[in-house]
């Protein structure tokens, strides 16, 4: 393919794009397909020679829709949103084309100094602690790491390090093992399952703490298990509050769990994977107060703030602790900077300059930051707070819907664009509920369990979602609860 | 934007890709920019109502632009390649459309299935043994992680998880700690730091082999320090083997090392980061002999294989050893499956419906095996080969230049598209050399050690560089040889 063909496919391939997001509402929103139903319908090897691109073309409709799930359509109402805009789809077009690999200064300037610039303005907006800033001398500052799942662990990591140095600089003699094997990481119980991952894959222990009956951490419930695990020899070290969870978008409280851990020496690590982005409006703003007593803060802007994945912003307010977690090989970076002719460059104190590999698990990344540059720019601070307003005004509408029907009950306070709600009853006719949505495919949910009951969570999530989609879902349920229920009822 | 601006706005937008790389060699290949240049350039913070789309697109050339290290250009040789082309960023508009988060079968079946299809393709494409492929029931597979980095550390963390449990199972009473702080890693002293980062990160011991004369491990090297760690009651568990390091591109002795980890239950892993692609060609494939004791092989189609960034494809002879490294709340995931009526897929033996988050370090992922898929087809095994073929011959092309020019030495093999040489003398008049060639910012080289010399590396890295550009570099580099040379002489 030369630029000239390339030329017409890109414009044709940029009138699929608009044809399919602009008509995604008319496609069945969850497929059909048994699980392997791909395999047969392509060739078992790569073709010897080329195809045309007419042949590839043909397939997106033949092997690929046929098994998406469309996460963008109106009816899809599963898991959390993942962010799609247009001014992030077109970001992403020159962040390809450019094709640079940023894993450091040198390898693309502007690629590590947008990031910082960003994550300043992002800092901004959200409000958040000076210190967390780069600015142009501070200690903290913010990177994009690729998932929320990553920054759990690049914070946990940071947090084993600090305490292994902290304890060593006490009692050099200790050997590092015995401290590690006495190190204990904590979360809610409705923490995501990247928290626990996360402490599998540093080799800490992992204890949960009890949430309350709104499913949110205490610092009352925190500091009990602090004293059992101090008193059995344990070393607390790290705990990773969620604010907005998964199950039910509930708030640990942060300004209660904060001060605890900065008493006893422990990393707060903040995950508002979701709901962070609400946090750009002063209305929700609240929600994050306590922040300042963390050592790391991470959102996904690629789930709720229209930049398409992969984007999860993180701060900390020290950045030393995240650099000396992950320190490389000098040989490495010396060259690395000596070739560029700044070689002072990783002693320099300017922070835009820091080698950004040394924040995360992955050495290359791509100009991500294009996205957010592209999206905050187009949409405008203002454009973005309408978009996570409109959401949450959706869910509080399906709300109101369920108050109503009283069949139904509401699981959780519904604070941003997520309701759980269930059938009044057992798990297993909620269940039963459930399987006949997502059989009938024409809205798509998942469930969740709260308390041991099986609960329903109807997230808003698309960018197009509007009232009419919310009414017409819930007509739907409701239609299907009605029947679910008559034939309970005769069928015993 | 609404979807008619987008339209029209992501022509324009194909339109200056197309033109970025049209001409991308009239741009100077490695910028001038300062450490800091970019954060004056731009506001502060985040505008409160939109700009328009002209507004940020002015600013590509007047912030972006001037920043941006052009990895694409055929004046580029530094580091290793990083992949670009047009079939790949077409895929990538449509990922970015589609938007999905394959984190499970369910969350969009064609992304896992599509993924695990594709490294079945790659796999053949070059001769891995069948234990590495899915096929329909095999026990091993391959899955995209993001970068290299991201699979050796997966790699080691299933490592280690194999070798504790197998401890645990003679010896239940250990503690598992007192395990952890026996196990040793090793790599080569080569290899490259995202391994001794690994290790950092997974929390083990890690050695470094001493290569020989040639960079290459051998398996005597390897069993000396085997039999020494052994001896010292240390549990020797990961050899992760390259084949083609980042220095000079050169290749472990994996036929000797292979036998040696597999008897001492030892989890070999191969890093082909850069190399990997050429064993697509028959005449390279020996390069791969010996991946049949090996546990885990990776490569980067990104680097090499014209697929764009993020793209690092893993396979692994027995899926439930990564499996088991990451396992997860199990609640979490039954949900997961519970809602797509599949309850049982967990447990299915078809290889297609694997949960693919429980073989990376992120949870959520992109449907990246698409840009494989358009770019296999669009070029054909043929044409993948033709592209790592003209690489190989123009880096001969290169070396004969050097090796005719007797001040000039040639310094580790040319295997495929890498030429590591030096000026005859001392490291600091080689230093000074590849600093004129940087500050000329004619062509971008970085230079490597090797037995304690400086020395530049030449490493063919654009789509599109031809003969006339190694010839121009060339010449460029003597001409620049020849000043330094005789101002030495003159002012020495
Ligand atoms: C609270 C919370 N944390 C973490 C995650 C995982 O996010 P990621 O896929 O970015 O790792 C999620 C995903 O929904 C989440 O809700
Ligand atoms: C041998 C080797 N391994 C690993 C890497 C790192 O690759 P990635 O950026 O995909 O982590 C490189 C990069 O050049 C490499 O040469």
Redesign the pocket.
């Known amino acids: 393919m030369d630029t000239a063909e390339f030329r017409r496919r890109g414009k044709e391939m940029v009138d699929y794009v608009a044809d399919y997001l602009e008509n995604i509402e008319k496609r069945q929103v969850y497929p059909d397909v048994e699980p392997g139903y791909l395999r047969s319908l392509i060739p078992e090897e790569a073709p010897e020679q080329p195809e045309t691109y007419e042949d590839v073309v043909k397939d997106i409709e033949r092997v690929v829709m046929p098994g998406i799930t469309h996460w963008h359509s109106p009816y899809f109402f599963a898991y959390f949103p993942t962010a799609n805009s247009f001014p992030a789809i077109l970001a992403d077009m020159l962040s390809g084309a450019i094709g640079c690999v940023g894993?450091s200064w040198a390898a693309s300037p502007a690629c590590t100094e947008l990031e910082t610039v960003m994550l300043d303005w992002l800092g901004k907006m959200l409000n958040l602690p000076e210190e967390f800033l780069a600015g142009t001398k501070g200690k903290g500052g913010g990177v994009i790491q690729g998932t929320a799942s990553e920054a759990t662990l690049v914070a946990l990591l940071a947090a084993r390090c600090r305490m292994v140095k902290r304890i060593l600089s006490d009692d050099p003699e200790r050997p590092e093992a015995d401290i590690i094997s006495k190190l204990v990481a904590y979360s809610s119980d409705q923490a995501h399952s990247s928290v626990e991952r996360a402490g599998l894959i540093g080799g800490v222990r992992m204890r949960k703490i009890p949430s309350d009956s709104k499913f949110s951490v205490r610092g009352e419930a925190l500091r009990k298990v602090l004293e059992e695990d101090k008193a059995a020899g344990l070393i607390p070290f790290y705990f990773c509050a969620t604010l907005g969870t998964t199950p039910s978008c509930a708030f640990d409280y942060i300004t209660e769990i904060g001060p605890i851990c900065n008493t006893e020496g422990i990393w707060m690590h903040i995950d508002a994977a979701y709901a962070g982005s609400a946090f750009i409006c002063p209305e929700f703003r609240p929600l994050l107060d306590g922040v300042e007593f963390a050592d790391s803060f991470n959102f996904n802007p690629h789930k709720w703030l229209l930049v398409n994945f992969d984007c999860s912003t993180m701060w900390v307010k020290n950045r030393t602790d995240i650099i000396a977690a992950f320190k490389m090989d000098p040989l490495y970076l010396k060259h690395d900077h000596q070739e560029s002719g700044i070689h002072t460059l990783h002693t320099h104190t300017h922070t835009h300059t820091h080698s950004i590999c040394h924040w995360q698990i992955?050495?290359?990344r791509r100009f991500r930051s294009l996205k957010i540059w592209f999206v905050f720019r187009m949409y405008g601070l203002r454009g973005l707070q309408d978009h996570i307003r409109k959401h949450v005004a959706l869910a509080k509408e399906f709300e109101a819907l369920v108050r109503v029907d009283e069949r139904f009950q509401i699981s959780a306070e519904v604070v941003l664009g997520l309701v759980c709600f269930r059938l009044k009853g057992s798990n297993d006719l909620n269940e039963a509920l459930l399987k006949r949505i997502n059989s009938a495919r024409r809205i798509h949910l998942v469930p969740c369990q709260l308390s041991g009951r099986f609960v329903l969570r109807f997230a808003v999530c698309a960018r197009t979602t509007e009232s009419r989609h919310v009414q017409e879902a819930w007509a739907h349920i409701t239609q299907l609860a009605t029947e679910l229920l008559r034939q309970v009822r005769d069928h015993p």
């Open positions: 894993f992955p050495l290359g």
